[in-house]
């Protein structure tokens, strides 16, 4: 039986610090190198978008084209945007058909299972991302935290224990959760915009 896995309150948590943040943060740094806040806005409604359709099914050109293949950027109604496409992942994976078979997500083909965790995993770091950059609170549920440290943990016999995100940051086994979380994902947990 899968898992159906609960994306409202992270999705809510996404949005809070969305609305956070003031125009002028928008070229602030992030923990992503190469993304100012703008960019990694940018992202979050591209792969938004991009997993709500995956969750439906939908494979249109637009689940071809890989994170990496340009800089994103915010349009003017990201505002307006950003939490209608989180509104609408929400809804498409509580869906269990959501995930059944299989999808296809940043060009790669995938179990649905498999797509959904990415999805939540994303909004955790990626969320941490803008709250860290932008100086806000950041507290994600424990269930949304156990996706994600179960998705980025290696397991046994993979051949690279490189995450998608990057190389792991060695974090003390017992830091919180949230700690844990983003050191597996290639980010030091202590860095701030100055750093």
Same mark, same amino acid.
């Given at each position: 039986?899968?898992?159906?896995?609960?994306?409202?309150?992270?999705?809510?948590?996404?949005?809070?610090?969305?609305?956070?943040?003031?125009?002028?943060?928008?070229?602030?740094?992030?923990?992503?190198?190469?993304?100012?806040?703008?960019?990694?806005?940018? +992202?979050?409604?591209?792969?938004?978008?991009?997993?709500?359709?995956?969750?439906?099914?939908?494979?249109?050109?637009?689940?071809?084209?890989? $994170?990496?293949?340009?800089?994103? =950027?915010?349009? $003017?109604?990201?505002?307006?945007?950003?939490?209608?496409?989180?509104?609408?992942?929400?809804?498409?994976?509580? =869906?269990?058909?959501?995930?059944?078979?299989?999808?296809?997500?940043?060009?790669?083909?995938?179990?649905?299972?498999?797509?959904?965790?990415?999805?939540?995993?994303?909004?955790?770091? +990626?969320?941490?991302?803008?709250?860290?950059?932008?100086?806000?609170?950041?507290?994600?549920?424990?269930?949304?935290?156990?996706?994600? +440290? !179960?998705?980025?943990?290696?397991? !046994?016999?993979?051949?690279?224990?490189?995450? $998608?995100?990057?190389?792991?940051? $060695?974090?003390?086994?017992?830091?919180?959760?949230? =700690?844990?979380?983003?050191?597996?994902?290639?980010?030091?947990?202590?860095?701030?915009?100055?750093?």
């Amino acid at each position: 039986m899968t898992k159906i896995v609960d994306f409202e309150r992270q999705a809510r948590l996404v949005v809070a610090v969305a609305e956070g943040i003031t125009d002028e943060q928008l070229s602030a740094p992030t923990p992503c190198p190469e993304y100012r806040v703008r960019h990694l806005l940018g +992202h979050l409604v591209g792969l938004t978008g991009a997993f709500r359709d995956a969750g439906r099914k939908d494979l249109g050109p637009g689940l071809d084209q890989s $994170p990496g293949d340009s800089l994103p =950027d915010v349009g $003017p109604e990201w505002r307006v945007e950003l939490p209608k496409l989180l509104d609408e992942l929400v809804e498409v994976w509580r =869906d269990p058909a959501a995930y059944e078979g299989m999808t296809r997500a940043g060009g790669i083909d995938l179990p649905g299972a498999v797509a959904g965790a990415v999805a939540l995993d994303e909004l955790v770091v +990626h969320g941490w991302d803008l709250a860290r950059a932008t100086g806000q609170a950041y507290a994600p549920d424990e269930a949304s935290l156990a996706v994600a +440290h !179960e998705l980025l943990t290696p397991q !046994e016999g993979d051949a690279s224990e490189d995450s $998608p995100f990057g190389t792991p940051v $060695p974090v003390p086994d017992d830091a919180p959760l949230l =700690d844990r979380v983003i050191g597996l994902s290639g980010r030091d947990p202590g860095w701030t915009p100055g750093a």
